[in-house]
């Protein structure tokens, strides 16, 4: 037995069980007056204006015309770029770009990119919600390359918090991107690229 499978059974040991029917009713009475959401109309015009805010690259376009756009993307930066074996196959028609499909955590350092899916996003923050699930890849895919290529679908995008955490299954990975990575650490200096992608492209398909 390892010593996390000890800690955990340890916690069983003093945690009665309680069936999920119980657990769900108990979370369901709990009051909740904040509101829901801030804005009904022109989700998507907050949640591209948001996106932009943290200095990422916001474009726009409709379903059908998501290969031109991502080939276009791709065209202007050289190189390999990752993308999930899972990545929808139209999405990449048009793309004449060197694509690495599930590129081993080894390779990634030396990608010029990747092109991900989403599970959610949220328009009040600007957030991009990856669960890791279809067309999304693993954590690393998204964290190790210096730029990313995320595609939203409009009905992706949550006006506000609750409304998009509702959407996610709270056991899976979740990776939450508000901009590319950026710390202002030291000496309130900002430096990008620190502990994710240094440039970030959202499309959204409408």
């Not at 092109?115 to 949220?122: D, K, M, N, S």
């Not at 067309?135 to 949550?158: F, N, T, W």
Request: charged letters at 25%.
């Amino acid at each position: 037995m390892s010593a996390r499978e000890e800690i955990l059974r340890r916690i069983d040991g003093i945690v009665p069980a309680r069936p999920d029917a119980e657990i769900a009713a108990d979370y369901a009475r709990i009051e909740r007056g904040y509101l829901r959401r801030h804005h009904d109309d022109g989700v998507l015009d907050l949640f591209a204006e948001r996106v932009a805010h943290y200095r990422a690259v916001v474009l726009r376009a409709a379903e059908a015309d998501l290969p031109r756009v991502i080939a276009e993307r791709l065209a202007a930066r050289p190189g390999a770029h990752g993308v999930p074996g899972d990545l929808p196959a139209a999405w990449l028609a048009g793309a004449d770009a060197d694509l690495v499909r599930d590129p081993a955590v080894a390779d990634l350092d030396g990608l010029a990119g990747a092109v991900t899916g989403c599970a959610a996003a949220i328009a009040e923050t600007g957030t991009i919600v990856l669960d890791h699930g279809a067309g999304q890849g693993p954590r690393a895919l998204s964290l190790v390359p210096d730029y990313h290529l995320i595609v939203v679908r409009a009905a992706q995008v949550a006006p506000d918090v609750p409304e998009a955490l509702e959407r996610l299954d709270p056991s899976r990975p979740l990776t939450m991107v508000s901009g590319p990575s950026a710390t202002s650490d030291i000496e309130l200096s900002r430096v990008e690229g620190v502990h994710g992608p240094r440039t970030l492209e959202v499309v959204i398909a409408e």
